[in-house]
């Protein structure tokens, strides 16, 4: 048990610890680097920890029930390979961290850089440990916004926000094929459990829908991990900086694809469709990222690239389906990190030391930082695959793999050609790297004299270059284990043979890695002159640039073609939308009824005069509010006041008593608001007569009449049907015989709306906060037309009659018609406090609730703000409405995720009896504490409006760009209403 909740908590201590780093002061910065370790070193220790139980094929799993009638269960799972990511993520992380402490500037915002540092952590090792599809999904999202966010944390840069577009733009078109992917093979095997699904291999390989299910899944992953034909995202993603890069760049985003390929490898892998689609892009993206990289200009470009290359060789060796291929790519994948996680951190060093990280500017360095040169020497050579060092063990378990016989000529020769040529590329580029920057006359005109970093910047560096030390010349004591935990959680019990052995004799991959060094060192000799020139770009394919190609098709999908769509279909004014919608819905519901409805019988029930009246008035008060609308707007909120007040006395006269309440309470904060912000609409004139009208003009109001009597008249025929029929079996029956002895209240309706769909409830009010949210955004930059900032004609008379008299000041004759009203109006404050108070506590037996006491709140504000004005209301009353939201959806949430602490469903409630002194015993329920949430966001979210709406008044008008009268037949542009 106690494995299982460390399991769960290596995933959420991150996310805890992103919210908390957001919160910290700027000028926290070693707190925020103390509270990153911290996360890292648990996370680590968790990891090592647990190692015991994933030895020999061992899986680790934790199961939270949340929706299991649709496999929607949160599964935690740790194998050996999982095991091996969760090493990488947590302890290269915990390296970053330290160096990031050095890197980032005092300037910089370190709060939000650690905070979103820590947030993709969490995700991270979220993708690695998820045991459901769907849910591998949601951490492979949450990868992409929170890598989104670290690549563009220097925002002020346009590279850093083109970067950061161009990656979210990419791997988020992934993931939307990812998780096409993973719901089609959910639906081949029945189930969204990833245990279930790799023990499907046979199912899913000869189900019809593997080829489309393989096509979506590789998409995913070839994204993520910048294959061929989608490179052209990770240089950019560059201008991030450089601890972002080493972590991202090196041991976590990049390989989330590589770790989806070996993930499902033993189920999708060993068809021709795997091998030749794989294959094809790891091999392309191998050696067209070694070439490129061999010209690059920037350190971390011709990492970048190199990086790219790297990943190919991981993808051909996984789309080689060999048991052994599959192990030299997991072991690959921890060389790859640890070298090339220190050679990203000394181009920060030497970008960090010198002020540049061109080549062209750099040379000599080694005499001013010598012991940074001899690691970024060492970490250069891993990655050529010199001898001795972890990269060689690895890439020749590559070049061993390509040399195999197959029946494909074509396989025969292009493997084996292909994977040396990219060898050579290797260490033309690792030569590069050293010579050009380590050794040469001496660097002049940098921005600053290059010297070594502080040591505990440099510290990271070493243990990572140590580690390729030890791994190329101890493998079997430091790496064996460890690999062979990961290589048996994917390739099974019955894995072959396979030696880490520095020496294998003179064989072919021996005398692949003698010619790719040797082929490498006399190629950068031939290339060293073109290379001393400069010239940006490889040659042949300069002018090929994949973001020139990307900006295209992004101007031409979301422009180009958007534009022309738009001007097809699409329309600025609301009426013409409005007219399309109800158009659409009327077309959509005429065809299943074009057969007919069925005989309509009369209603059972007896005619009911009384009612019959209130429905009849409140007929006329629609009518009138959608006749008045236009020109008379006052009137019209009045008729819709009407309207809505004859639909709360429907609710009491059908026994709906919450509903009532609700409907009730709703109509009377819409109906101010709304009044508030009617004051601020530009005004509409009325002609006087319909003869002025065009031709144009009254076709559109008989054709909306027209729509309007269809769309009403067949909701009224689809009403009737439905009700006059015999009524099938629901489950009111359930509630009403469940509410009081699972729920704890008598009170059906509030206890279904806090319990037994407390789900559902929880989306609706998140779609409240982002409503208000929305709403604030639009009203915060809105100032209202010059013709509006008149003050009302009666206002107009007042404030004359009283400049008119020595005795009075302007605006005493609108203060003194509200003296006695405000004073009430204040005092009344806290009464509606005590009643808001006793709706909510009485809501789970008793007509009211969270909502209802939420919104009674929020009339207590809007009084205060009608009686003393915005200036009065906030020089007093510190409201803060943004956090009100924020605290009422974590207060829900966090009622709902306590649930799971005693091993229940999302959203499980709970109820017992409470002694309380003086009054005795009361009956208390979880969702009681749900229901303060619904509370807190609804009173956050009604205020929140009524601030922006109220703050017009206090705003300076704009200079009005149209004429003061809008008429009918020229209606206003939308850029001249803003």
Known sequence: MASSIFLIAIVVVPFIASLVAALLPQSARNAEAWLSAAVAIFGLAVT????????????????????????????????????????????VGLLVVLYARYYMSPKDPVPRFFAFFLAFMGSMLGVVLSGNLVQLVVFWELTSITSFLLIGYWFH??????????????????????LLGMLIIGHIVGSYDLDVVLASGD???????????LLLVLLGALTKSAQFPFQFWLPH?????????????????????????????PVMAGTDAWFWIVTFAGLTTLMLGAYIAIFQTDLKGLLAYSTISHLGLITTLLGMSSPLAAVAAIFHIANHATFKASLFMAAGIIDHETGTRDIRKLSGLFRFMPFTATLAMVASAAMAGVPLLNGFLSKEMFFTETALRDANPFVNLALPIGATIAGMFSVVYSLRFVHGVFFGPAPTGLDRVPHEPPALMRRPIEILVLLCLLVGIIPGITIAPFLAAAVVSVVGPDTPYYSLSIWHGFNIPLAMSAIALVGGVLLYLALYKYLARGIEGPPLIRNLKGQRIFERVLVTISWKWAKALEKLLGTRR?????????????????????????????????????????????IVCAIAATYQAKFHRLVALVALGGA?????????????????????????VTTVLILLGLRWLPKRVEFDSDDTLSRKARFRRIRDLGLAIIAGCGMALMSYAIMTRPAGQGIGDFFLENSYKLGGGTNVVNVMLVDFRGFDTFGEITVLGIVALTVFALLRRFRPASDSIEKPEQQRIQNAFDDQRPDRNSGDTINEYLMIPAVIMQWLFPVIIVLALHIFMRG????????????????????????????????RLRILPIRWIGMGLLIALATGIGSWLFGYPFMTTAFQYAEIPFIGRVPMASALIFDLGV?????????????????????????????AVVREEAPPKPEEVR
């Open 935 to 963: 509370f807190t966001l609804v009173v956050g979210a009604t205020v929140l409006i009524l601030i922006a709406l109220a703050h017009q008044s206090v705003r300076a008008p704009r200079v009005s760009r149209r004429p």
């Open 237 to 265: 993603a560059m201008a991030a900086p450089t601890p972002v890069s080493a972590y991202l760049h090196s041991a976590t985003m990049v390989k989330a694809g590589v770790f989806l390929l070996v993930r499902f490898w």
């Open 203 to 213: 199912l899913i390989k000869s189900h019809p829908l593997y080829v489309p299910a």
């Open 644 to 668: 809505g007040l004859v639909t709360c006395i429907t609710f009491v006269w059908f026994s709906a008593p919450d509903l009532a309440v609700t409907q009730l309470l709703v109509e009377i």
């Open 844 to 875: 789970h037996d008793q007509p009211g609730g969270g909502f209802a006491a939420g919104i009674i709140m929020s009339i207590g504000f809007i009084l205060q703000y009608m009686a003393g004005g915005t200036r009065w209301v906030e020089e």
């Open 574 to 618: 609301l009426q013409p939308q409005l007219a399309l919608l109800v158009t659409l819905a009327v077309v959509a519901a005429a065809i299943p009824l074009s057969a007919g409805v069925g005989q309509l019988a009369l209603p059972p029930t007896p005619f009911d005069p009384a009612f019959a009246l209130v429905w009849g008035v409140g």
């Open 157 to 178: 840069l346009a590279q850093a926000r083109d970067g950061a577009r161009m990656a979210l733009t990419v791997t988020g078109l992934g993931g939307l094929g990812l």
């Open 48 to 91: 090592i920890w647990l190692y015991p139980q994933v030895t020999d094929g061992g899986v680790l799993r934790q199961e939270i029930s949340w929706i299991p009638e649709l496999g929607l269960n949160l599964i935690f799972r740790i194998d050996g390979f999982a095991w091996l990511f969760c090493l990488l993520i947590t302890g």
